[in-house]
Each structure stands twice: as structure tokens, then as C-alpha cells.
């Protein structure tokens, strides 16, 4: 990411690439855009003191030490895998009590338990009518 | 004689959403071409299908219109997506937008196009588009065109700035029509106690900028059916719907040059009439994070009477006296100090317990529900506000009720959606009279 | 307040631009387009055309909350003759003023009585006649005015016009003809309809739109009511669909009204999207996501350097354009993220943890652009952008002054009053401002003459009486 040495500072930025194991932690603009006080590397636990104010990084990332205020959104290893977890980066909003998946669910029957056409079908199901399609559901 | 039913059964029968299938339709009889995409042209339509008007909701052919595409998390989708490709479904983005139509493909490009939908116009009474400013007209489909084949056409365009003045050219969508037309600025959380401006968390400008175009299309066509025998063009910018509805905030700038500001779950006219949070979930044991959160109540004792009584249940006579008049409860500091004592009051309850103490006190509150709390609730399925549907495409879907009820010709829910080009047969057969070979032939064309 | 100081500029303090600056370098071709849509839409020119509901009279007795106004506003925008009818001491809402500041209210020229702006602001071409309904005679009054009325809109606790005798079930014997309207917030009817004195945000809350509207707790935020009476005004739009639709049923089928009920909460309820569909889907309780879209990416509202911005890049060939922007200077923003191949399309892109990803690199470039730099670096590229706007802003965006979404009224009783105007604009039969608002009761002769053929002496013993 782009680093300004100019003040003497390395400016990273709402991306902190950590100096130690080049995880980049996505400091996401809600929380963080108004921030001051300890985020920590998602990947290895290193704790940074930072402070931004309206998005500009003030001061930080420095070392730091105690434990981390606010967590990072999300997070890359160097290798472009995602860091995720519990007390490594903030829960996604959800609404269910399983974490959201982003795949097409599969789904043959409603909340209440009847037919329903929610997953995905073949050329030869078409073939005669929704009627039958439906009674084929119910045998399911 | 028997004797007459009281007030509240009267109306429960009067407005039964289990007896409106049995009923008439206002709309009856009148064809609608729906050339629309993303929410604002299809709900505007949609709207007028609900009432019984015969929708043609025309699509790119294959994949259909953006919001099939489009759904939360890229989870949920009905099956299939059309008969070309099942193994696709439509998304939920496109639900609720387009209940109760016919739907066909066309590609609006080709110059075969250009002749289906001049003949489609002649045979209508509504037409709605959401395209560019200015593309339909490039296409020879615009209201120039059609209203020389159909003077009695009302000609409905939608979208987001307009088709003339500085920002023409600009694409909109939902929120930036909240955001430019200032209802986004002023909802939400005030920024000295941590807030951010907020959307309003359904394409309000979408959905509600769609019911105003509507409303525009009845005065109309009422006006062409009562009055004149004219059809008409109707330009509505939702940026524009947006601004309309900023209540005092534009008197007030221009009068004293005072600029509205967030006032976040507080009401800036009346107190005590805000949403307080309580210190506990309703559901403690919920894995759902959506309902292991703590509840908030609406909390509404703003006439003198009201107060006390809610200063009592409180505790906290005290402020029955000092704020004794509106006029002092309402003002900003105040407001402060009144609702952070009842958050304090609050803070070992959930939002039931609040309920229950304040009815019993005859204090009106609202707890905030979440979609589960809503869906479940006797009193909005006792009234159809949801239902569930028995949909001849999809199976079993939950469905949102009309957004209004009459007695003796009700709006009503049929069908939720059909997969693209479902209807392309029964429509140009019927309407155009195109012949099995000529629907294969354009078919064959991708023309449909 | 009275020790105000400021000055206030007069509306426009920017000029209003003219056709020659809007439309200046295009061709004659390309000026030719807007250029008719002008000549057939313009405001200026709406006085000169038709109105659809001329031959409408509508009565709004609804008061204390702003759905029945809103309603009868569509109505009376249209052309409805449209009367608001109050209670002898005024509609609550006529004294309502933000945090009680009476300075904030406005006087008109004859009576000198104060109103609040909200009001105003809704009291737009009614006419306001006064009618006390708690006694006999004024219901019996009510009774002769309705033989004269299409529309009647009423919001009273559910069941007491009924036990007034004045309800949709004895109206209809006085007059078949009525389309008799009942807005409020959950209903008249079901076992949590409306409580005496529930006002907006009830519905809000109670519709699931105020736990979906705001920050998620994730990020800080709590279920957020909308700034405005908004659930009121969707149920009065729908309402007014409602009544419209029972108009065209009455005079072209049936000749006779019916009965139309409204509610705040439905109107938005109806509008909330997949809330219900997905839930029946497989439970799913939609969560609040702020100012970002759980269904499309990108979407989103996030902080720049003077306030808030929108970008919009619903489809993938907008996807690049974005990124192409931010790339002028910032290329190692834009070669993060067009280097991430899991992120190409979009559906790929809306797991939470994508979207974070996505704008919190899109925050990091806005970060150093103000709203309107953005916006210009962005349209550029076609993509759909721009700024949250402060209400100032509002008043002042050159488009909206331009086209009159925002003008200002000369009104004859209370002078210049910058408003909100119609959004329906048309060719044949626009809606239109006539005047801004009406005092308490100020039509009362002219209204009780006209339509009841009573006497100048007959409306004073009324109002000696304290029935109007």
C-alpha cells in the first residue's frame, strides 16, 4: 500500500499492513474513521496504537501495548487468504444464529416447512406443468 | 332483524384479505406496459397491478431485468430463472417490486422490437419507462411516438434527476436520491452524540417514489376518463419526491436561514416521543445476534396528563414539575435530560416489561420489532399485512399485503413473480397475434 | 429565537441559472431534447393547463398526526377542492414548532395567528373551516356537509365516528357516493390497532423499518427512526392511491363509494422490500447494514473528507470505471483491487467481509476528496455519485432551482415562503401550488354559505355556540 515517509512517519492509512507479518487489516471507515486508541493485526496479534480523524491517520500505527480496542473489519494474510474468527477480526452483522455463507442457499421448503422452488433445477424439471413440479416438491 | 355487528367486526369482514379474491378490481380492463428495472418503474407499476390492471412487465430477454440479480448475501433465490436457464433463479431484490404481472422478453434494440411495442402501446392505457432521459425517444418508442398511435396513452417516465435542467445526464439510484433530495442528512444519530447521517433502510425513494407515480397515473387517468378523453406525459425525478417530503426544513431555511439538523430517535416537535433503548434483549438465549441484541421501545407521553403518568411509573416525580409544559420538555437540553432518565429506568428491563408497565400506566408505546417479530405478529397477519401465498410459480412464499385496504374493490396479492419471458406466448399471441412460428422465429432472433 | 442576529440571505443566494448556461455547448440536436421536455413540463407553465381532480371535493377531518395531511396534499395538489376541517381550538399540529420555538412559526397578514412550518407546509391549497364534533350539532352539521363531498378523511381513535353516528356506516346512507378514507397507524381493526394519540414513529417501529434503518451494532450503531413522519408519509400516499382508485371504480362501474383504510405501518410494511420473503425463506431476521446495501455492491453511502458520499456501480462495467477514478491518484488502490480476482463480479463481492474490504479502500480515496471533488472525478466516468446534502445544500443545488424542485412562494397571506413543490409533473394536467396555507377556520363563511345555504347570521350563532 501506498507509504508516505515524507513526516518521518509511515502513513498507512484506513489498510494497516502489519511491519511484522504484512497481514493487510482493513480498518473499515464507520468505525475507524474517527478513532483513537489500540487495533491489533489480525493475523498475529500485534497491537497498534492509532488515531484517525476524518479519515486521515494523525498519528500511529505504533507499537503498542495492553489489549486492542477495536478490531479490524477484515483482514488478508500476505497471501491474499482471509483472517477471520473470533477475537481476531469484528462478527459480521447476521441474521441467522449460522454465519452467512454467501453461496446460493439451496432450498426445497419454506420456513413453515411446505414447497418451495429454491434451488436449483434442471432442464428436464420444466417439463410439464409448475403444477407437477410442486407435487414432485412434496414428495421430497 | 339481526342486530348490527359492532364497529371492529364490521370492518374486520369489510376488509377480510381472505374474501378479496372473491370481489371486483378497480383496474379491470386496463393494460399497462411496465419497460421498467431496478425498483422505482417496476413498484410504480406494480402498484397499478395490485388493483387489478393487466401489467405487461417487459425484460431484456434471457436474463431478465438487474434485480433478478440481485439479493442479501447472495444467498436466497427462486428457481428458475426462466425457462432458457433453471439452474439460475431471481434473487429477492426483484421481490415485492413486481407482484401480479404478465411477463415477457423483448429486446428493445431491434427494429422488430420497435413494431411490438407500437402495437402493444395502441392496445394500452399506461405506459411506464425508467430508461435514460431521452433513450426511448432515440428508439422511436417515446411519448412522441406513441401518443400519435395512442392519444389516450398516459405516458409515465421515472428516474432519477429528470430529463432537462443542469443534472440530466446523472444516473440515480435509491440512495442517492436520499442523499441528494436531504432526507439522509437530517436521519439519523446527531454527530456530538456519535451519529452518522443514516439511509432509510428500504429503497424508500425507490418504493415510495413508485407509489407517487401512481398516484400521478389514477389522477390521470381519472382525469382522461372523466374529463377529457386524454392521455398525457408524466415526468417524475425521485430526488425531487425526496425533497417534497422534508417537512419544515426547507420554511425553515428560507424564513430564518436555520438548517435541520439529525435529531436522531427523538422527535424534534414533541417529547416525550422518542425510542429509548432498554438494557436488555428479549430473547437473552437467541444465537441470532439479531435478537440476542437489546430491545428499544417508542415511548410517546408528550400532552401534560401523559407525562405525569409517566413520571410516576418512573419514579421521578420531580420532573412532572419541572417539566410541567411542553414547551419546556421539548426544548434540545431538556429532550437530553428526560430521555437519559428514562434509559436509566429502562436499563435492567426488556422491551416487554417496559410495554407492560406502561400500558398498565396507559402510556402509548411501540416496541421496535425486527422482521421475525413482525411476521409472527397476530395483529399484522390477522390483517394480511403479510401472508402467506400459495404461489403457482414458487411454492410457499411470505408476502407482503397491499399497502392500503378497501372494502369493495380490494388491492391484492396473486402472484409474486414469474421466471422471464414466462408470458411471451400468452401476450403476443393474444395481443399481437404472432403465430407459433413467428414467436420461434424471434425467439431464434434473441428478439424475445 | 429573538436574539437571532444572523442574517438571512434571500433565496437563491446563487443565482438560478439559465437555459443558456444548462444547455451551453451542446449542438442544436442534442439542446433539442431537453429542450421540448422543458416546453412540455415546465412549472411556470402550469397555470395555464388543466388540473385532474377539479371535479373532486375532499374533506380532511383528520388532525394530531401528518398522515391524513399528507393524503389530502396529494389530493388538493392535484386539484382537489380540498377542505381542511378542524376542531374550533385547531389542529394540534397547526402550534407544533421544532423544540417548541415560537419564533420559528410564521404569522399570516390578516389574522396575525401564528402556524408552524410543518403544518404550513401540508396545508398546501386547503381551504381550513373549523367544526366541533364532540357536539350534536356540529355532527349534524358534518352530516349536511358530506352530501356535498367525494372524499372524507378522518383519523379519530377506531370506532368513534361509528358511535358518533357519523361513520362509514351511517355516512353511506347520506351520501352512496362518498369514499370514505380512515388512515392511522396499525389500523381500526386487529388486536393491536390504534391507540387514542399514537403518532408516527409508532409505525416505524412497528413495521420493522426502525430496527433495519441505521449502523449495525458491529459498528457502533442502535435501530435508527427516520428524520421525518415518513411511515406517514408513505400511508398517505398510499392512501391516496386508495381513494383515487375508489373514485375511477365510482364513476366508471358502480356509482357508488366505498370504504378505504391506511395505515403508516402497511404503507411501509408493503414497501419493505424481501424483509418477509426472506424470512419465510429460512428465517432470516434482516439485519441493519448502515449505509451499505446487503444486496448490491457498490452501493454504499461512506465518509469523505467534508461529510458523506454516495458511489453507485450496480453492474461489473461500472465495477472498473470506479476503480479506474481512484486509480488517478491513488494506482495502488486501484491495483489492490482490481489484482483481487474473488472480487470480479457482483455477487461475489456481497459476503460482508468483501464489502468491508471494498469500502474500506474506496473510504481510504474519498478520504482526500471533498463531496463535490468526488463527484466530479466520478461523473466523469458515468458513475452514478454524489454527496449526502445538508438542507442549505438542498435549497440551493442548481438542478433542483433549476427544474423547481425547490421554490419559493409569494403567498398573499403569509408572504414568501420557500417550500417543497409537487413532484407530479406533466404535460396535460401538472399539479400545482395555489397558495400555501390557510388560518384557523378562515373559510368558514365562504364554505358554510356556500355549500350549506346558510346564512352570515346562521355561521355566527355556530360559532357563539362554539360548534365551529
Known amino acids: 500500500m501506498a507509504t508516505d515517509t515524507s513526516s518521518g512517519v509511515i502513513k ?74 473470533e477475537g481476531k477480526i469484528r462478527p459480521a452483522p447476521q441474521s441467522r444464529p449460522d454465519p452467512f455463507t454467501g453461496q446460493q442457499k439451496q432450498v426445497t421448503k419454506s420456513l413453515r416447512g411446505k414447497p418451495l422452488s429454491g434451488s436449483r433445477l434442471k432442464k428436464e424439471d420444466l417439463v410439464g406443468s409448475r403444477a407437477r413440479f410442486i407435487a414432485d416438491l412434496h414428495k421430497v | 332483524m339481526a342486530t348490527a355487528p359492532d364497529f371492529e367486526t364490521y370492518c374486520q369482514q369489510l376488509f377480510d384479505h381472505k374474501t378479496a379474491a372473491g370481489k371486483p378490481e378497480v383496474l379491470k380492463g386496463y393494460r399497462v406496459l411496465s419497460c421498467t428495472q431496478y425498483i422505482l418503474g417496476p413498484s410504480c407499476a406494480s402498484y397499478l397491478a395490485e388493483l387489478g390492471a393487466e401489467v405487461i412487465k417487459i425484460e431484456a430477454p434471457r436474463r431478465g431485468e438487474p434485480m433478478r440479480h440481485t439479493t442479501p448475501f447472495n444467498e436466497p433465490l427462486l428457481y428458475p430463472l426462466s425457462r432458457w436457464v433453471p439452474e439460475a433463479g431471481t434473487g429477492l431484490g426483484f421481490f415485492g417490486a413486481n407482484p401480479n404481472e404478465e411477463f415477457v422478453s423483448l429486446d428493445f434494440h431491434r427494429p422488430e422490437a420497435r413494431q411490438a411495442m407500437l402495437e402493444l402501446a395502441a392496445k394500452s392505457d399506461v405506459m411506464v419507462q425508467n430508461y435514460r432521459p431521452g433513450t426511448f425517444d432515440r428508439w422511436g418508442i417515446g411519448y412522441q411516438h406513441m401518443s400519435k398511435v395512442n392519444p389516450r396513452l398516459v405516458y409515465q417516465w421515472l ?28 436521519t439519523g444519530e446527531a454527530a456530538d452524540r456519535g451519529g452518522t447521517p443514516a439511509k432509510h433502510t428500504i429503497w424508500l425513494a425507490d418504493y415510495w417514489g413508485g407509489m407517487m407515480a401512481a398516484v400521478s397515473i389514477l389522477a390521470a387517468l381519472y382525469w382522461r376518463d372523466t374529463v377529457s378523453g386524454e392521455g398525457t406525459f408524466i415526468e417524475y425525478s425521485q430526488v425531487h419526491g425526496v425533497t417534497r417530503q422534508l417537512e419544515s426544513a426547507l420554511p425553515l431555511y428560507g424564513r430564518y436561514g436555520v438548517r435541520r439538523e439529525r435529531w436522531g430517535n427523538w422527535d424534534t416537535e414533541l417529547c416525550v416521543h422518542g425510542i429509548i ?30 407525562f405525569k403518568k409517566l413520571c410516576d411509573v418512573i419514579g421521578k416525580k420531580d420532573l412532572a414539575t419541572t417539566f410541567a409544559k411542553h414547551d419546556d420538555r421539548v426544548k434540545a437540553e431538556n429532550q437530553t435530560t428526560l430521555y437519559e432518565a428514562l434509559e436509566i429506568w429502562a436499563k435492567d428491563k426488556n422491551k416487554e416489561d417496559v410495554a407492560t408497565l406502561l400500558d398498565k400506566a396507559g402510556i402509548n408505546n411501540q416496541p421496535v420489532w425486527n422482521a421475525k417479530e413482525v411476521s409472527e405478529n397476530p395483529h399484522w397477519k390477522m390483517r394480511g399485512s403479510v401472508q402467506w401465498i400459495d404461489d403457482p410459480n414458487f411454492g410457499d412464499l411470505h408476502h407482503q399485503g397491499p399497502a392500503f385496504k378497501m372494502s369493495d374493490t380490494p388491492p391484492r396479492i396473486k402472484w409474486a413473480l414469474k421466471p422471464v419471458g414466462a408470458d411471451n406466448e400468452k401476450v403476443y399471441g393474444r395481443l399481437l397475434g404472432w403465430t407459433k412460428s413467428t414467436l420461434a422465429k424471434m425467439e431464434e432472433m434473441e428478439v424475445i | ?53 377539479t371535479t373532486i371535493r375532499v374533506l380532511d377531518l383528520s388532525k394530531g398526526m401528518i398522515i391524513g395531511n399528507w393524503c389530502s396534499s396529494m389530493l388538493s395538489e392535484l386539484g382537489a377542492d380540498t377542505i381542511k376541517c378542524e376542531p374550533p381550538d385547531g389542529d394540534p399540529l397547526r402550534w407544533q414548532t421544532p423544540f417548541g420555538r415560537k419564533e420559528y412559526m410564521v404569522k399570516d397578514a390578516e389574522t396575525d395567528e401564528p402556524i408552524g412550518l410543518h403544518f404550513l407546509h401540508e396545508m398546501r391549497n386547503k381551504q381550513s373551516i373549523t367544526l366541533d364534533l364532540e357536539k350534536e350539532e356540529g355532527r349534524e352539521l358534518l352530516k349536511k356537509l358530506v352530501v356535498h363531498c367525494d372524499v372524507l378523511i378522518e383519523n379519530y381513535p377506531p370506532g368513534q365516528f361509528d358511535a358518533w353516528g357519523i361513520g362509514y356506516r351511517q355516512l353511506k346512507e347520506i351520501n352512496p357516493r362518498l369514499v370514505y378514507a380512515w388512515v392511522g397507524q396499525k389500523g381500526q381493526w386487529g388486536p393491536s390497532k390504534d391507540k387514542p394519540g399514537n403518532l408516527d414513529p409508532t409505525a416505524q417501529a412497528a413495521c420493522g423499518f426502525v430496527h433495519g434503518t441505521g449502523l449495525p451494532k458491529e459498528f457502533g450503531g442502535r435501530p435508527t427512526r427516520s428524520a421525518m413522519w415518513m411511515a406517514d408519509h408513505v400511508g398517505g400516499t398510499a392512501t391516496a392511491m386508495g381513494i383515487l382508485a375508489a373514485l375511477i371504480y365510482r364513476d366508471k362501474v358502480s356509482g357508488k363509494g366505498q370504504f378505504v383504510e391506511g395505515t403508516a405501518a402497511e404503507g411501509v410494511i408493503r414497501i419493505l422490500d424481501y424483509n418477509w420473503a426472506w424470512y419465510g425463506f429460512d428465517g432470516s431476521i434482516r439485519p441493519r447494514y448502515g449505509n451499505w446495501d446487503l444486496a448490491i455492491n457498490i452501493y454504499a453511502v461512506n465518509p469523505c473528507k467534508d461529510g458523506y458520499f454516495m458511489v453507485g456501480g450496480g453492474h461489473d462495467r461500472l465495477w472498473y470505471r470506479i476503480w479506474r477514478t481512484v486509480g488517478q491518484t491513488r494506482s495502488d488502490l486501484e491495483d489492490e483491487m482490481l489484482d483481487d480476482k474473488s472480487l470480479r463480479v457482483v455477487t461475489a463481492r456481497l459476503p460482508h467481509l468483501k464489502q468491508v474490504k471494498t469500502y474500506t479502500i474506496l473510504a481510504d480515496w474519498q478520504k482526500d476528496f471533498s463531496r463535490a471533488d468526488a463527484m466530479r472525478e466520478l461523473l466523469a466516468q458515468q458513475v452514478a455519485s454524489g454527496g449526502v446534502n445538508y438542507i442549505d445544500e438542498v435549497a440551493e443545488d442548481p438542478h433542483f432551482k433549476y427544474r423547481g424542485h425547490v421554490d419559493e412562494f409569494e403567498d398573499r397571506l403569509y408572504g414568501k415562503v420557500l417550500y417543497g413543490t409537487t413532484p407530479f409533473l406533466a404535460h396535460k394536467a401538472p399539479g400545482r401550488l395555489k397558495w400555501i396555507g390557510r388560518p384557523l377556520g378562515y373559510d368558514n363563511e365562504e364554505i358554510y354559505l356556500k355549500l350549506l345555504g346558510l346564512g352570515p347570521t346562521d355561521v355566527a350563532g355556530l360559532k357563539k355556540r362554539g360548534v365551529v
Open chain 1, 12 to 85: 498507512q492509512g484506513l489498510v494497516l499492513t502489519c511491519t511484522k507479518c504484512s497481514t493487510k487489516n482493513f480498518l473499515d471507515p464507520y468505525p475507524f474513521w474517527n478513532f483513537s486508541g489500540n487495533t491489533k493485526c489480525a493475523t498475529c496479534d500485534t497491537l497498534y496504537a492509532v488515531k484517525f480523524v476524518k479519515g486521515q491517520q494523525v498519528s500511529g500505527p505504533t507499537a503498542s501495548t495492553g489489549k486492542a480496542d477495536l478490531l479490524p473489519g477484515y483482514a488478508e494474510d500476505k497471501n491474499g487468504a482471509p483472517v477471520t474468527g
Open chain 2, 159 to 186: 428516474g432519477g434527476f429528470g430529463g432537462w435542467g443542469p443534472g440530466r445526464v446523472r444516473a440515480s439510484y435509491d440512495i442517492l436520491g436520499q442523499a441528494m433530495g436531504g432526507a439522509f442528512g437530517i
Open chain 2, 277 to 306: 433503548q432498554c438494557g436488555k434483549s428479549s430473547y437473552p438465549d437467541s444465537k441470532n445476534p439479531q435478537e440476542a441484541e437489546v430491545g428499544y421501545i417508542l415511548v410517546s407521553a408528550h400532552t401534560d396528563e401523559d
Open chain 3, 1 to 53: 429565537m429573538a436574539d437571532m442576529k444572523h442574517k438571512v440571505l434571500s433565496w437563491p443566494a446563487v443565482p438560478i441559472p439559465t437555459p443558456d448556461e444548462v444547455y451551453a455547448g451542446l449542438t442544436d440536436q442534442a439542446k433539442e431534447y431537453p429542450l421540448s421536455l422543458e416546453a412540455q413540463l415546465r412549472q411556470s407553465e402550469n397555470f395555464k393547463k388543466p388540473e385532474c381532480l
